[in-house]
């Protein structure tokens, strides 16, 4: 199909410019290593409990994803290169390619941060594997979901400022609040069939989120 | 934006109603067993905090009926890119943040009185108070957009994707959550977030009813009031050009 | 392709750019849009793309008596703009290839954009970066990117902005070219330019 191959082909442009750049993936490290540092020196020997860690975890994750995930479209704008892309790209082609790209971006930032906490906390201890990875998973396709339409919304109103956490943060309110519960029971050591609860709403906000975006996504890429 | 009549009787009507709750939702006194119409059962555990049932359910209700009514107007504004639509929704948002901000002061003055703290983080608690950030954010995105085009464009497609996440706030995370809110789990009382179990003496239905109505159609009428004003302001605007 | 043109009006908070513009095209035709600095001309070119919506009016192309959507038409058109700008961490032949592959368009790709690459002197500089060349070489750079595909209309806004004798006699070369198979709409203030072109239309 068509518009697969194109929307492959914009996740390919967006991957190698990032690989020849290296903008944002150098700036998130550090942002990933700074965050988990910072939160150590505020806890020092304070051993914090699952839940606290919990929220932690998907704290640094949110920040993180608000400073990385914009790029994508708002490098178009600045650079002035979106009336390039609207000419050969579908907005179809153009939300899934970068929609693509984000969710990439996420799972390596969010395996990133899962591998800092575990060395910097040693309360961090991921005691039901599965239910941890899942959570992290689906935290994160919600999360790259959400998070680049709106990318996309904040980009052509200009990127001012702080403007993409603020709109970003009660859209995803559900998603944290679900994923923070269940990083929690995987922390503590809870069984995976605990957690089905919170993963069928990770899931449910995925769809509904994507789904709306793909139909919102057009009022949004064309002027 | 509606008809001249429609408007007088909603003027009047919230105006009269708004203020028989008022009076009679604070002043009408409580009483073990109540002989008349004047008087209100004594619900246990609550006493005289259940009056701010009166205020604080209609609050939230209008809240949610002006994001409503904002994301519908916004989706009519993306169809059509007609502007007055815009500017219905833009009133809308703004009553909705009015409304959201009374919804969320009465609901910490209730958890104050009856759970102990002004905040609780429950569900319910939460998700008024992400309404409220919801309409931050709207108006901050729209400060940052000069062309109306756009402006319009951009703040329909965020109403719209902050409704999707509605059905999360109202019906999922309540349910999946202890929360303090009767309806939640871990609360065998209440049937729903309405806990019409508690309220049964009908007088005090009455009046809860009344306060619905009131408050509604107080919204309606200062709805009416903003768009107008917003339609003049906007003539005016194409005239200074 | 023919295209259609109906009382095309375009606002930007509530005042007209142009307001009521008619004209048409044959599937062999060439337009000049004339006017000064200011006028318009860019924003009509940019609508006419289909990269900018009107206010009001239609714009409507169509082919064997079909129309032809949005879709259809980022296959055929080619566009050159000051408001066109390529990726500047890429070479010359990245920005073709990886475009080419958004658009998805099946052509020889690899003989096309030597033709053209060649054509336009940047054969020897194709895989420098973008950010090294002049505005001369950029521009260029553009002209090679619209007519990679073999557009059936080229739009050219300020046609020879940037460019030194020699390049704005290849791009001559490509108009008389256009001009004979297919649609050309030229954006200019210039008047030489202008007369280019069958037919004019004027805004401002």
Not at chain 1, 210 to 221: C, E
Request: charged share 15%; glycine share 6%.
């Amino acid at each position: 199909m068509k518009t697969l191959q194109s929307s492959y082909a914009v996740l390919l442009k967006d991957a190698q410019s990032e690989l020849r750049t290296r903008y944002a993936v150098n700036a998130l490290l550090m942002f990933v290593v700074t965050a988990a540092v910072i939160v150590q020196l505020a806890i020092r020997s304070e051993a914090p409990s699952p839940s606290v860690l919990s929220g932690l975890f998907w704290v640094v994750v949110f920040f993180a994803a608000m400073s990385g995930l914009s790029r994508t479209f708002v490098s178009e704008e600045e650079r002035n290169t979106a009336m390039t892309l609207q000419l050969v790209a579908s907005p179809t082609a153009v939300y899934f390619g970068k929609l693509f790209f984000n969710i990439v971006l996420t799972l390596i930032l969010n395996a990133a941060i899962t591998f800092l906490f575990t060395v910097v906390f040693p309360g961090f201890e991921v005691r039901q594997f599965e239910t941890f990875v899942l959570t992290v998973v689906l935290g994160s396709l919600g999360l790259a979901s959400a998070s680049t339409i709106l990318a996309a919304i904040v980009a052509k109103a200009g990127s001012k400022g702080t403007l993409y956490p603020v709109l970003a943060f009660p859209i995803l309110i559900p998603l944290l609040m679900t994923a923070m519960k269940a990083t929690t029971r995987a922390l503590e050591g809870e069984p995976f069939g605990a957690a089905s609860a919170e993963f069928q709403v990770l899931i449910s906000y995925i769809m509904v989120i994507t789904a709306g975006s793909y139909l919102l996504f057009d009022y949004v890429w064309k002027e | 934006m509606f008809g001249k009549n429609r408007v007088t009787f909603a003027k009047f009507g919230s105006v009269i109603l708004v203020s028989f709750v008022l009076v009679a939702g604070l002043a009408i006194p409580l009483s073990p067993s109540p002989q008349s119409w004047l008087e209100f059962p004594v619900i246990p555990g609550l006493e005289d905090k259940a009056r701010n049932l009166f205020f604080h359910v209609p609050m939230s209700w209008t809240a949610v009926l002006a994001f409503f009514i904002s994301a519908v107007y916004g989706i009519r504004y993306l169809r059509s890119r007609d502007i007055d639509f815009d500017l219905i929704s833009v009133s809308a948002a703004g009553l909705g943040l009015l409304f959201s901000l009374l919804a969320t002061v009465t609901g910490a003055l209730w958890a104050r009185f009856n759970w102990g703290a002004f905040w609780n983080w429950d569900p319910r608690q939460t998700s008024i108070f992400v309404l409220l950030l919801i309409y931050g954010a709207y108006f901050g995105l729209r400060s940052a957009i000069e062309n109306e085009e756009k402006r319009g464009r951009l703040s329909a497609v965020y109403t719209i994707l902050a409704g999707f996440t509605v059905p999360f706030f109202v019906f999922v995370l309540p349910r999946m959550m202890a929360g303090l809110h009767p309806g939640a789990l871990g609360d065998d009382t209440g049937k729903g977030p309405l806990f019409e179990t508690k309220m049964i003496a009908p007088n005090m239905r009455v009046l809860f009813y009344t306060s619905l109505v009131a408050f509604t159609l107080l919204f309606l009428w200062l709805l009416n009031m903003r768009v107008r004003a917003a339609r003049l302001e906007y003539q005016q605007s194409l005239h200074r050009s | 392709m023919k295209l259609t043109v109906t009382k095309l009006t375009k606002e930007f908070n509530r005042r007209a750019v142009f307001r009521d513009i008619s004209f048409a095209m044959d599937d062999v035709d060439s337009l000049a849009i004339t006017g000064r600095n200011g006028a318009g001309k860019s924003t009509l070119v940019k609508i006419l793309s289909g990269l900018l919506s009107p206010t009001s009016g239609i714009v409507a192309y169509a082919g064997d008596g079909k129309a032809i959507a949005s879709d259809g038409l980022r296959d055929r058109i080619g566009l050159v703009s000051p408001y066109l700008q390529m990726y500047d961490e890429f070479t010359a032949t990245e920005n073709l290839s990886l475009l080419s592959r958004i658009r998805s368009n099946n052509f020889r790709f690899e003989e096309r954009s030597k033709e053209l690459l060649v054509q336009f002197s940047l054969w020897e500089k194709r895989d420098n970066l973008v950010r090294t060349y002049s505005s001369g070489m950029k521009q260029r750079l553009k002209y090679v990117f619209a007519l990679l595909h073999q557009p059936s209309l080229l739009l050219l806004d300020e046609p020879t902005s940037n460019l030194d004798e020699e390049g704005v006699g290849v791009v001559q070369n490509v108009v008389e070219n256009q001009k004979r198979i297919g649609m050309l709409i030229i954006a200019t203030n210039d008047a030489a330019e202008a007369r280019w072109c069958k037919n004019a239309v004027h805004l401002g």
